[in-house]
């Protein structure tokens, strides 16, 4: 296990230093991260903890998952690795158009 902490349900309000400390009394926080919105900057309702040890983090995710923080529920557990991004925009960076069946457009 590693120790990175995923951790959703966080409320819009939240901080990252009210992160830090509510998994700091659980164990040593290297980080801890709220992701937002890159368009309004607004909290997405979840972020990450990086913890000092994997032992310090499993300690962290039994504790917190499932309580309340803020007045909603935390889900807290082992952080998966970021999965790779297709290049592209729609169509998954596929080409697209081609014969939509029909009449032909006329110019």
């Keep these: 296990m590693g120790s990175k902490i995923f951790v959703g349900g966080l409320p819009y309000a939240a901080t990252e230093q009210e992160l830090t400390d509510l998994f700091g009394q659980h164990g ?25 040890s994997p032992s310090e983090a499993q300690t962290a995710i ?18 998966k690795p970021r999965e790779a991004r297709s290049e592209g925009g ?16 006329r110019w």
């Design 28 to 52: 040593a926080v290297a980080s801890a991260q709220i992701v937002t919105d890159r368009f309004t900057g607004q909290s997405r309702g979840f972020g990450f903890v990086e913890m000092s």
């Design 62 to 79: 039994n504790a917190l998952n499932g309580t309340q923080f803020g007045g909603r529920t935390l889900t807290v557990n082992e952080a």
């Design 90 to 105: 729609r169509n998954g960076g596929f080409g697209g158009g081609g014969s939509r069946g029909g009449k032909r457009d």
